[in-house]
């Protein structure tokens, strides 16, 4: 059976009639992402979540309904202190396909943006971002995952994604699944992350700390206060300031001279 995902951006059977002819709509079960009347780009920040008005898709792991939409998703926290819990079921509402009501063992996540300044008039969420996930532990060191990753559209299409992030549930306790999301088309401008922790695991709590060392010390002093702004008060002359992280989403410091 063909795999079937909903996507959706403003995405009428009459509005895609018009512009792809019923022979193309009705050729396959995927509806693009971006069925929509030109409009013209204008600059975006993605990392505005809540006005990329996402929906997110709980879906099991073949692909096939029942499902369940969150259509309010963006106004609801998504933070690294407050991730997105992933149920180990749920209740279908997709009336579309007539499951309201049947239970859904939750596999695979779906993010779909409703803002045509995102995806625009194309047929992958991928040729508006590019999409990676990774699971982390609570101090910060990625955890190998291959279950965990972001599903391509098909086989002809390996490099494309309609926003299907696969193995959701097969993170371990007490872990978290990091979606990253970065521009791909010229007019999108920013970072979007977003964060998935299993349900009924208790509290994600981040263990993180920040560190300096002088002139290659083997012993670097932790900078103690890594709830607000820390000040390092860097030594005057040629001495070289060695920066180093443990922590979240891509650290990368370098270090430098006074």
């Given at each position: 059976?063909?795999?079937?995902?909903v996507?959706?951006?403003?995405?009428?059977s009459?509005l895609?009639?018009?512009?792809?002819?019923?022979?193309?709509?009705?050729?396959?079960?995927?509806?693009?992402?971006?069925?929509?009347?030109?409009?013209?780009?204008?600059?975006?920040?993605?990392?505005?979540?809540?006005?990329?008005?996402?929906?997110?898709?709980?879906?099991?792991?073949?692909?096939?309904?029942?499902?369940?939409?969150?259509?309010?998703?963006?106004?609801?926290?998504?933070?690294?202190?407050?991730?997105?819990?992933?149920?180990?079921?749920?209740?279908?509402?997709?009336?579309?396909?007539?499951?309201?009501?049947?239970?859904?063992?939750?596999?695979?996540?779906?993010?779909?943006?409703?803002?045509?300044?995102?995806?625009?008039?194309a047929?992958?969420?991928?040729?508006?971002?590019?999409?990676?996930?990774?699971?982390?532990?609570?101090?910060?060191?990625?955890?190998?995952?291959?279950?965990?990753?972001?599903?391509?559209?098909?086989?002809?299409?390996?490099?494309?994604?309609?926003?299907?992030?696969?193995?959701?549930?097969?993170?371990?306790?007490?872990?978290?699944?990091?979606?990253?999301?970065?521009?791909?088309?010229?007019?999108?401008?920013?970072?979007?992350?977003?964060?998935?922790?299993?349900?009924?695991?208790?509290?994600?709590?981040?263990?993180?700390?920040?560190?300096?060392?002088?002139?290659?010390?083997?012993?670097?002093?932790?900078?103690?206060?890594?709830?607000?702004?820390?000040?390092?008060?860097?030594?005057?002359?040629?001495?070289?300031?060695?920066?180093?992280?443990?922590?979240y989403?891509?650290?990368?410091?370098?270090?430098?001279?006074?």
């Open positions: 059976m063909k795999k079937k995902y996507l959706s951006l403003i995405c009428t009459a895609a009639t018009f512009i792809l002819g019923a022979s193309t709509v009705n050729s396959t079960n995927v509806i693009p992402t971006a069925i929509t009347a030109h409009a013209a780009d204008t600059s975006f920040d993605i990392s505005n979540f809540k006005d990329g008005q996402w929906y997110l898709y709980w879906m099991p792991a073949d692909n096939i309904f029942p499902q369940y939409v969150d259509k309010n998703y963006s106004n609801q926290p998504n933070s690294l202190t407050t991730p997105t819990e992933v149920p180990d079921t749920i209740i279908s509402n997709d009336s579309e396909n007539n499951t309201v009501g049947q239970t859904v063992k939750v596999s695979k996540v779906q993010l779909s943006p409703n803002n045509v300044s995102i995806v625009g008039y047929p992958y969420l991928t040729d508006a971002v590019k999409i990676e996930v990774n699971e982390y532990s609570p101090s910060g060191s990625k955890v190998a995952n291959p279950d965990l990753k972001v599903e391509a559209a098909d086989d002809q299409h390996p490099n494309d994604s309609y926003g299907v992030i696969d193995g959701i549930n097969t993170m371990q306790n007490n872990n978290i699944a990091v979606v990253k999301m970065t521009p791909a088309k010229p007019s999108l401008t920013g970072t979007l992350y977003l964060f998935f922790k299993k349900a009924g695991t208790g509290q994600f709590k981040p263990s993180y700390a920040y560190y300096y060392a002088f002139n290659g010390s083997t012993t670097p002093t932790q900078i103690a206060n890594t709830v607000s702004n820390s000040t390092i008060n860097v030594p005057s002359g040629s001495k070289t300031l060695k920066l180093t992280q443990t922590g989403i891509d650290p990368e410091w370098t270090g430098g001279r006074a």
